[in-house]
């Protein structure tokens, strides 16, 4: 499940600018982005720097974009020296301009594609403006300590993914986990310790995410990350690599070694029209409070003996 070929990461920390810049040689030199202007991901931008960049759900997409009405390989943006070519890859949904379907277009500044429900442009603007840019969807969007989505962020794309799911029957996997004994830790070591152990947690996770799932901290010491159409034997072995990556982690703060563990709750659910999100989400918790009733450390895989489980 880690992720492969990670053109533009999906990290709302890092999918804009990166990178040591000299800020007096780019002051005023405006650079193409693709800005996402409404749809799950909007308020996001990438800095268009490759020659070409494939949009899609997949996580092979150059850019992925979390709309579960654009296909996994939807459109290519074609970069030029004065110009973008923009082409729809025979997207099942297609790709309008001013309300009319499209295949190929060179893009002015005030172009609007919509692919799916997400609505993007192509604009150009210096370092310094899209660095503030960022900081602001950072500041909306993100979990000020690790970085990655917040509580708020992460259930607003959860909805759409859910909503696509539950329109298809699809797989959808929860999993929920939990620093063991945490409040222990910042007793024992201090908080600045325990800060330090959920950025380094947040870290492993993020590595362990595919580009088009999603990952984010629920509160505290607790993240949720929504993996799709993940059959569930595969999203329990891969909380289960994930336990264990964690349980071998050399955590430190400041020479002190910090032994840590995480407990775990998968739910996955093939997702019918009596479904809820808060009740998937429910049950995964449910699943990580067995967990550490049970000895911690542990995963716990959430089984369903009737409909009532999800009513």
Not at 289 to 306: C, D, M, P, T, V
Request: charged share 25%; proline share 3%; with cysteine.
């Amino acid at each position: 499940m880690s992720a492969s070929g990670k053109n533009c990461s999906l990290l709302p920390s890092t999918t804009m600018v990166s990178g040591t810049v000299n800020h007096a040689q780019v002051k005023h030199v405006l650079e193409p982005y693709l800005v996402i202007l409404s749809g799950c991901d909007r308020g996001r931008q990438f800095k268009l720097e490759q020659q070409s960049y494939v949009i899609g759900r997949s996580d092979e997409a150059d850019i992925v974009i979390g709309d579960p009405k654009i296909s996994r390989r939807h459109c290519v943006f074609t970069v030029f020296k004065d110009r973008i070519l923009f082409e729809d890859l025979q997207s099942t949904n297609g790709s309008f301009l001013a309300g009319e379907r499209i295949e190929k277009h060179w893009l002015s500044a005030h172009d609007r594609i919509m692919a799916g429900d997400t609505v993007m442009r192509i604009d150009y603007k210096c370092y310094s403006e899209a660095e503030s840019e960022q900081a602001l969807y950072r500041a909306a969007y993100t979990d000020a300590l690790t970085g990655i989505l917040n509580r708020g962020a992460f259930m607003q794309r959860a909805h759409e993914e859910f909503s696509y799911c539950k329109r298809n029957n699809a797989l959808l996997s929860i999993v929920m986990c939990d620093v063991d004994h945490f409040k222990a830790k910042n007793d024992a070591f201090g908080h600045p310790a325990g800060d330090q152990v959920l950025k380094e947690l947040s870290a492993i996770l993020s590595e362990q995410m595919r580009k088009e799932d999603l990952l984010a901290r629920y509160g505290g010491e607790e993240f949720i990350m929504m993996l799709r159409e993940t059959p569930g034997d595969a999203a329990a072995g891969w909380a289960e690599r994930i336990r264990r990556s964690v349980m071998h982690y050399p955590f430190t703060y400041k020479g002190q070694t910090i032994p840590t563990t995480i407990s775990i709750g998968v739910c996955t659910r093939r997702v019918t029209a009596i479904d809820s999100l808060p009740t998937l989400i429910r049950i995964a918790d449910d699943a990580l409070y067995l967990a550490k009733q049970n000895g911690r450390n542990r995963l716990e895989i959430a089984h369903f003996n009737s409909a009532s489980d999800w009513r």
